[in-house]
């Protein structure tokens, strides 16, 4: 390392030295040292400007959230730009001379924009966390292309995340803009006109201060954006400890996340040389600081100039592009900082060393350097040889030649915006004459410390013969040059080296293709998205104002769309402190001491507690749940303590300086495995036995001896994040005396209150807990709320400030807990005529450290385990196991689809080992109408096998069936698989049957306009919209006199959360009775002025002193079951039933799959809202997709949770949308036990989304049986990437060695 002074005189400097830019057309300057320097935009934005619309969902540029656009001037050229940003990882500094535009610059009081318009009105946003980006996205593109092309939609929001929708309707909402998948009648919206958008600013443009040197200091660290090459070489010799910044999007994760600062950073972006595309002779040499959008646009037009031959590594660099990172941070990164960063699993670098890249350098001192892309660069993990000094000036593609054969493959858990678990690229050169190779190189990513030429490999392949030794011998060569140990850093060990075998497998079925000139299979097949909804009209002679059954644009659409929606991240609250909870670096151990000196010297910081400062009262519903840990560590980032800052960043460094000593016990409990041998079970087990339920004294054991038809075996379900766009966070303000208002992100704002009360001892009446709109919560925001809200309450009250505290993503994924992983051991009978007679299941669910809700959710699985069938006899048990794990917790579905996971498999198991007809042996044992469930519920309106024939016939099964058969005859490693999944799920809380009630509250004021509070919480379910709906109808008004505004525990009290999908029936119920009151007390005046309106009877009842407010209860009636003896009763109040067709595709070889239809026939009664509940069957299939293919929780052995981020844990994206997505509702078929005949929706589809799974597993299947594997073979879920490959076993599988037995290595992660 040079030495070099830390201080630093800014005068010596020269260039502008404040940050101009525009905000939606505004000037901004920020004095020099008045802001951080190392602040981002988004946080600029909203915490500076308010302009709150933009917003943070992961803080590492892998959701979209913050979406915004940027203009500017291109360096060189000087020609305009606009282009989509995550202002998460924009610096501020970087903004200099620059326009951002956010959601709220696009439209005006009077006029939406398009985007926004047509977004709302095709029902795109649901919780509408993630609206304003998607917004920002597709705005920035119309900005390049008014008319655009489904492609260029599709790529320009691969970096968005919606958790909610399904994508299905945002799609839908964009591709009018492409003219195409017409579902919402849009032509009352505006057209787009491009003319009339905000224009750059001329201020900007005269000045030029694109071309201005500019720097930026605010204490003592500092931003060099320099223009010229020479300037920038002398800064970097003056300050080689300078760390230089391009796109950020790798620097600006490691200060985020790791605290990896660095006093003085230097971006090179403006600099025109670095900016230049120049054709050589025999390369392409691209600027340093173009974006990856630029250098694929730049070489696209190139592409154009040369011949095909010569652009084998162009088609390399291009085919990558849409599966690298998403578009905005493809609009900023650059090809250098991939290179510099070094990361073993970079998918550039594979290209670049396989095809003979280059990389020019300059330093002031030793000039320019042409140094080789090849093995001899990357000297270890994340390390080159490049100098300090030195910096990349260019990158030199090398121009291919004629006969040379070019390919690169990646595969990751998600196909677009992920990092690879194993790139490769490959070039062979062959003489055409001889068919010998002159020339071959291979390079991979992900199967080393660093990018790793095959040396070996390629060394012993030049001049063979190109022909099947060539493939046989590689495939021995690259066996060995890239064996992986069992504990291999990265884990899948198998899978990785399967994978770099298949690459080498595919690239030779290409060249070989290529040299036949033949058509090559092509990538999956991708179709742009075709949908259908069919659902029942409203009656023709339905009164105007009825809402009741229309698809209603939800309550906040078009605020979402705007950005005017306000959530709790987004209230203002003056003189707010921060709050950021220090956590356990160990998962189970002693804490001695924790030592927040170092911290509280930060400026800015002002306190710190822990355990020691809070009254010994626990958290949880049987109080096992410290706010803070005082002494045993149960899992890993557990709160130990937490700071309190004047500002959020200030806060986190500083928990990060704060000291923790703890020791480490060893053996922390972590698998279901690990738990059931240490008999570490947490509540009883609990039974459910069909023969207690049917009246028997004495349950009898079922004796398997007796049958000749039995399967046994297990299956599994993984655990899976919420991931809810907006994170845990929270404010406390406290009032007068004791008094406090609680603003949460929750769904149990009574909750809060009650855990507020219990920690600080304050009665309820003084807690005034409220939540306004949830950005998404799917379960996760019950019970893990508190650990945020209590601790900054306790903070409110002692410091006698307000304090807010917001989780990050990376905190929030390793403090709360996730969905329960599974495991079922089970066995089943069945007769001579297929009809199931026996079922035995034990279930272990992992809990986690704390009991939280796991007994309820483990009760459910076996409750709901029947799922549609009729089982003669079921023994049915449930244990939850104790584990050093974040406590897992409720999630959508609430255990009930990991039970009917099991029942699917046990049926595939049976159907296969007895060579069944799978439907009809499910058709055989579906449930008939009048059939009593395992838990002794009779199933009365059972629409079951409704929906069944109804899918069946929607779907087409049978065509697809036989498609499907043909596909696999016509292609040997791609393979097809088509399934139907159906489902049941109760409706009630037969576990605390008292939960089954809601109040609400309706005032109606002089003006004839009615406010409602209920119980509910909106977390984009669309609850306000239906009951705004519900109110129309029961009061006869329009809807639009009716509002909501929040949900307060001062309004209604002892509210149950919203869980359970009763959110409409209960609330909806106690509207009903509120309403029915009211108009009963109106009645009087209606009948004595039968013309008057609504307002004259509401007036004329004020003048006569009738109380003009009501209160309404709403309940629902659930028999409790008794799981101690396993009798059961009436446990639900109704159930709700579906059934999903799905076609999958899978490549075999890499365990890639593509969803290619699905098709839903849903009975949810008589819709209240069919937008709303088309929107939650959507949502609810997609996140049932995720649990079960491709969402994994990865944790260490040692108890570290390595999935914290959008990073590494992968949800469904848009480009994972079945390329078909059909809905259709069940017609006329009502609902005796829920408000206005409708049922719940939204638990009841996610298992739908099993039948992805299972449509894979067919796939997976039918590629078994071509290669002579036909037995059964066991499959749990999340089919993985890896899973999928692994078991489609076949020649390359059998080359790659067994893992050791289990315990004699440590495996990278472990299975929950
Ligand atoms: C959400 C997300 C998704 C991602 N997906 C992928 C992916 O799919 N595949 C993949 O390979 N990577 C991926 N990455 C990693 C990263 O985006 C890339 O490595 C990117 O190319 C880095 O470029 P940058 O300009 O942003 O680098 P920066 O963050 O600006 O810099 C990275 C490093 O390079 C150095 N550097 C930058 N420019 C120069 C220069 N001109 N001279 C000398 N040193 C320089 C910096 O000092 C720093 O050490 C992803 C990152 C994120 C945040
Ligand atoms: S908050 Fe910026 S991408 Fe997620
Ligand atoms: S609407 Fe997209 S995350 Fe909620």
């Known amino acids: 390392m040079v030495k070099e002074s830390d201080q630093l005189d800014l005068r010596e400097e020269n260039g502008v030295k404040d940050l101009i830019f525009f905000v939606n057309g505004q000037k901004r300057v920020i004095k020099s040292g008045t802001i951080d320097s190392r602040m981002t935009l988004a946080v600029y934005l909203r915490d500076h400007l308010r302009l709150t619309g933009t917003k943070i969902g992961c803080n590492e540029g892998g959701c979209g959230a913050c979406t915004v656009m940027i203009s500017d001037q291109h360096p060189l050229r000087k020609e305009l730009r606009h282009y989509s940003v995550n202002a998460c990882l924009m610096p501020i500094c970087a903004v200099f001379g620059k326009a951002i535009t956010t959601v709220e610059g696009i439209s005006t009081e009077r006029a939406l924009h398009p985007v926004q318009e047509r977004l709302a009105k095709c029902h795109g946003s649901q919780c509408g966390y993630c609206t304003p980006g998607f917004v920002m996205a597709m705005y920035s593109l119309l900005r390049n292309h008014p008319k655009p092309s489904i492609e260029q939609i599709d790529d320009t929001i691969q970096g968005n995340l919606c958790r909610c929708t399904g994508y299905r309707p945002i799609l839908e909402a964009f591709y009018s803009f492409a003219e195409k998948l017409k579902l919402t009648d849009l032509t009352d919206c505006a057209k787009y006109d491009p003319t009339q958008e905000l224009l750059f600013p001329s201020e900007l443009k005269i000045n030029n201060l694109h071309q201005q040197s500019f720097v930026y200091e605010s204490n003592q660290h500092f931003w060099f954006q320099p223009t010229t090459l020479h300037h920038l070489l002398a800064l970097k010799r003056k300050y080689p400890n300078a760390r230089i910044v391009s796109g950020n999007s790798e620097v600006g994760v490691e200060q985020k996340w790791r605290f990896v600062e660095s006093k003085r950073r230097i971006n090179p972006k403006q600099i025109p040389e670095l900016n230049q595309v120049e054709l050589l002779s025999d390369s392409i040499s691209i600027g340093a600081a173009l974006s990856l959008s630029e250098v694929t646009y730049e070489l696209k037009l190139l592409k154009a100039k040369l011949a095909a031959s010569q652009c084998g590594v162009i088609d390399l ?20 900082g991939n290179i510099i960063t070094a990361s073993p699993i970079s998918d550039l670098n594979p290209i670049w060393m396989a095809t003979g890249a280059k990389l020019v350098l300059q330093s002031e001192s030793s000039g320019v350097r042409v140094v080789d892309l090849d093995e001899n660069f990357f000297v270890g993990y994340r390390r080159t040889t490049i100098n300090q000094e030195e910096i990349v000036k260019a990158i030199l593609l090398p121009l291919s030649k004629q006969n040379e054969h070019l390919a690169v493959y990646k595969q990751a858990q998600r196909r677009d915006d992920d990092i690879a678990i194993v790139t490769g690229a490959f070039k062979v050169k062959i003489d055409p004459v001889t068919k010998r190779i002159e020339n071959i190189s291979i390079a991979y990513g992900g199967m080393a410390p660093v990018t790793k030429f095959a040396k070996i490999t390629c060394e012993t392949l030049q001049k063979k013969k190109f022909e099947r030794s060539v493939l046989d011998f590689g495939m021995e060569k690259l066996r060995e040059e890239f064996a992986l140990s069992a504990e291999v850093p990265g884990g899948m060990p198998r899978y990785r080296q399967a994978l770099a075998l298949s690459f080498f497998f595919k690239f030779y079925l290409k060249t070989m293709s290529e040299l036949e000139n033949k058509v090559e299979e092509k990538q999956l097949h991708s179709e742009s998205l075709k949908a259908t909804q069919l659902y029942q009209e409203v009656p023709k002679d339905q009164n105007e104002t009825d809402a009741v059954g229309k698809p209603m644009v939800h309550q906040s659409g078009f605020k979402h769309t705007t950005g005017k929606a306000i959530y709790t991240t987004d209230v203002i609250v003056p003189d707010c402190l921060h709050g950021v909870l220090v956590l356990a670096p160990i998962t189970f151990g002693t804490l001695h001491e924790l030592d927040p000196s170092e911290a509280l010297k930060l400026p800015g910081v002002v306190q710190f507690y822990s355990a020691s400062d809070l009254p010994d009262k626990k958290l949880g519903f049987v109080n096992d749940t410290p706010v803070f840990v005082s002494e045993e560590i149960s899992y890993y980032c557990q709160p130990v303590g937490m700071i309190l800052a004047e500002d959020h960043e200030t806060a986190r460094r500083a928990a990060n300086l704060v000291k923790v000593r703890c020791t480490e016990k060893p053996n922390p409990i972590l698998t279901i495995e690990e738990a059931l041998s240490a008999n570490a079970f947490m509540g009883p087990q609990f039974k459910v036995l069909s023969q207690m339920s049917e009246g028997k004294e004495e349950h009898e054991e079922i004796d398997w001896s007796k049958y000749d038809r039995v399967v046994k075996g297990e299956c599994r379900t993984g655990a899976q994040e919420h991931f809810y766009l907006e994170t845990q966070n929270c404010i406390a303000i406290p009032l007068e005396d004791d008094e406090i208002e609680m603003v949460v992100s929750t769904q149990g704002v009574s909750d809060i209150q009650s855990d507020v009360s219990k920690i600080l001892g304050i009665p309820k009446h003084k807690i005034f807990s409220k939540v306004r709109r949830v950005g998404g919560a799917f379960g996760g925001k019950e019970a893990a709320s508190s650990l945020c809200a209590v601790p900054a309450a306790f903070a409110a009250m002692k410091l006698r400030r307000p304090v807010r505290f917001y989780l990050e993503r990376y905190d929030d994924m390793a403090i709360t807990g996730t969905r329960h992983p599974f495991r079922f051991d089970y066995e089943a009978a069945i007769s001579k005529d297929n009809k199931l007679l026996d079922l035995k299941v034990h279930s272990y669910s992992n809990g986690g450290f704390s009991e939280d809700l796991s007994l309820a959710v483990a009760t459910r699985a076996i409750v709901s385990m029947d799922s549609v069938y009729k089982i003669k006899n079921a023994d049915l048990y449930a244990q939850v196991l104790r584990t050093n794990l974040a406590s897992s917790t409720a999630f959508r579905g609430f255990g009930a689809p990991q039970g009917m996971f099991c029942m699917e498999t046990v049926l595939k198991h049976l159907a296969e080992k007895f060579d069944l007809d799978v439907d009809q042996f499910r058709e055989d044992n579906m449930y008939k109408e009048g059939e009593m469930t395992p838990c002794g519920m009779i199933l009365y309106k059972c629409n079951a096998r409704r929906t069944w024939t109804e899918c069946k016939e929607f779907s087409k099964y049978e065509q697809k069936k036989e498609e499907v058969k043909l596909f696999n005859s016509q292609n040997e490693f791609k393979k097809r698989g088509v399934y139907m999944v159906s489902t049941k799920f109760g409706i009630g809380m037969g576990e605390k049957p008292f939960l089954n009630q809601a109040g609400c509250l309706i005032l109606v004021y002089c003006d004839g306009s ?38 307060s525990s001062d309004k209604v009290p002892n509210t149950t959360p919203t869980v359970a999908s009763l959110g409409s029936d209960l609330n909806g119920e106690a509207v009903k009775d509120a309403c029915s009151q009211l108009l009963s007390r109106l009645k009087p005046y209606m009948d004595s002025n039968p013309t008057g309106k609504w307002v004259d009877w509401v007036v004329s009842a004020y003048f006569d002193r009738v109380l003009l407010s009501a209160t309404g209860m709403g309940r629902n009636k659930c028999d409790p079951i008794n ?72 944790v260490r052995p040692n108890g570290m949770r390595l999935t914290r981020g959008p990073g590494v844990y992968k949800i469904p994206s848009a480009d994972d949308a079945p390329c078909a997505f059909n809905v259709s509702l069940l017609r006329d078929s009502g609902n005796p036990y829920a408000i206005f005949a409708s049922k719940a929706v939204g638990e009841p589809p996610l298992f739908l989304g099993s039948a992805a799974f299972f449509a894979i597993r067919e796939a997976v299947r039918a590629y078994r049986i071509q290669n002579g594997r036909t037995d059964y073979f066991s499959f749990d879920a999340p089919a993985t990437p890896e899973r999928i490959r692994m078991a489609c076993e076949d020649v390359i599988t059998e080359k790659i060695p067994q893992l050791p037995p289990d315990n004699t290595y440590t495996p990278w992660t472990v299975t929950l």
């Open 317 to 336: 660099f291009l085919e990558m592009m849409p599966y690298f990172a998403g578009k905005h941070i493809r609009n900023v990164a650059t090809i250098a």
């Open 1010 to 1047: 009615v406010l409602i509070s209920h119980a509910g919480m909106e977390m984009g379910q669309g609850l306000h919209i239906k009951i705004l709906q519900i109110a129309s109808r029961c009061l006869n008004i329009p809807i639009e006199m009716i509002h909501i505004q929040e949900t």
């Open 1123 to 1194: 799981f101690e003896t396993g009798k059961g009763g009436k446990h639900f109040a109704y159930c709700v039933y579906g059934t999903a067709c799905c076609v999958a595709e899978v490549d075999c070889l890499t365990g890639d799959h593509r969803l290619l239809s699905t098709d839903i026939v849903m009975d949810i009664g008589d819709s209240i809202n069919p937008a709303i509940d088309i929107g939650q069957i959507e949502g609810a299939f997609t996140q049932g997709y995720g649990l079960f293919t491709m969402e994994e929780i990865k």
